[in-house]
């Protein structure tokens, strides 16, 4: 029977490299995207407006994308293990400084630089190295990897309104920074680069040659769009529920549910994608992401927040766990992490400028509809861009 590992590595450790990955993956996002349920007392800590403490998390999230570029590579060259400790020190010193921080300026700084590198290092080389690791059944490998976002997403912000309830923000973030290190420690311990990704030390899909290929352009501006309006919800949507008379937990807990969902979501979609192939499965995931903003834009009460979350879920989860698996059958194995990376760079435009567009828009007219109403165009931009891509009609078969 022939190994579902790749490259020479076998299959306990390549299972052993998609659980770590969902560890990795579980920590920097759920601390990264709990930032919701700290906005409110960290706003009111700084008297800061919306727009402004969006800036927090677009900082930090445009940092852990952009850093992909650089650990992606990295990774390729010298595995997953020393990024993962370097992560694990600036997860536990940049939590330590923000609990401390008495200006709005060095909480931007010790966020951005803390969760922003420990997720830059805990993300891109991890995926990539699973994605190197197998050749049959890498999409519910990567899936399995990349559920830990969502994971993190189900946990992070319920758990965090808990102990800002109980011991406040500042004690909330110290008590993630010296759990989540950790965790990512802990992770660093039982990683293995696979040799397919060794061997492309430094090599792989070279920048220029990606630019050039209008595959990976409409991949590019797809993810761009998609990702302006993906981040508006994670960092507005407990805020915009609480508004709405929803009480603060509650609220927190829609992140919970895009969690859930997103879980179900990464599971579900690598079967079904490995049948009907990447590329479509993959548009679907869009559709389903630009169909969300809409339930969200036409109502407000609690169960419709909760049908948004959970659908807006199901079609975030499909998009980042078939996101690796389309870069890898378009442009191939070797070089993995420099290819996400590169691709990641999109997220971070969106990220850098999505929630603070949508703060200004929410500060300007003093409601949530117009930034609602961008996002949706945004996500459904997003759909549209993939439209005309081909390529990708089945596992193995990379087109041109």
């Known amino acids: 029977m022939r190994s ?42 700084f008297h800061t407006s919306s727009g ?49 921080a008495h200006t709005v300026w060095l909480a ?19 995926v990539a190295a699973v994605g190197g690791s197998f050749s049959r059944r890498r999409g519910l490998a990567l899936g399995v990897a990349v559920s830990g976002i969502g994971a993190g997403t189900l946990f992070g912000a319920p758990v965090a309104a808990v102990l800002i309830a109980a011991y406040g923000w500042r004690t909330a973030y110290q008590i993630f920074g010296f759990a989540g290190a950790a965790a990512l420690v802990g992770c660093a311990l039982v990683t293995t680069t696979p040799p397919v990704q060794a061997a492309a030390a430094g090599g792989g899909s070279g920048a220029g040659r990606l630019v ?3 595959r990976f352009r409409a991949l590019y501006v797809s993810t761009v769009c998609s990702s302006l309006a993906l981040f508006v919800p994670f960092v507005f949507l407990p ?69 948004f979350a959970a659908i807006l879920g199901v079609g975030y989860g499909g998009w980042i766990a078939l996101g690796p698996a389309v870069m890898a059958e378009l442009f191939g194995t070797e070089g993995l ?18 929630p603070p567009l949508a703060g200004l828009l929410i500060d300007a007219t003093g409601g949530y509809r117009w930034a609602i109403a961008l996002a949706a165009a945004l996500a459904t931009a997003a759909a549209l861009a993939l439209l005309p891509l081909r390529g990708a009609h089945g596992p193995g078969r990379p087109g041109r």
């Open 337 to 354: 992490g420099g290819t996400l990376g590169l691709a990641g760079t999109g997220s971070a435009i969106g990220v850098l400028v999505g």
């Open 239 to 307: 805020a915009f529920a609480t508004a709405n008379g929803t009480a603060p937990i509650a609220a927190a807990s829609l992140m919970g549910v895009v969690g859930v969902a997103s879980v179900v979501g990464r599971l579900a979609i690598g079967p079904v994608a490995e049948r009907i192939g990447y590329l479509r499965s993959y548009r679907f995931c869009f559709g389903i992401m630009a169909a969300s903003y809409i339930v969200w834009l036409a109502v407000s009460g609690y169960p419709a927040l909760v049908a």
């Open 4 to 45: 579902a590992a790749e490259g020479g590595i076998d299959p306990v450790r390549a299972w052993l490299n998609a659980g770590a990955a969902f560890v990795s993956t579980f920590v920097v996002f759920g601390i990264g995207y709990s930032f919701g349920a700290f906005f409110t007392p960290i706003s009111r800590e």
């Open 108 to 126: 931007y700084l010790a966020h951005g630089l803390g969760v922003g590198v420990a997720a830059g290092c805990g993300y891109i080389p991890m």
């Open 52 to 100: 402004a403490t969006s800036v927090v998390f677009s900082v930090t999230a445009a940092c852990w994308f952009l850093l992909g570029l650089v650990t992606g590579r990295a990774g390729d060259r010298w595995g997953p293990r020393p990024l993962l400790l370097v992560g694990a020190v600036a997860l536990v010193c940049g939590l330590q400084v923000i609990a401390h």
């Open 212 to 214: 050039r290929d209008r």
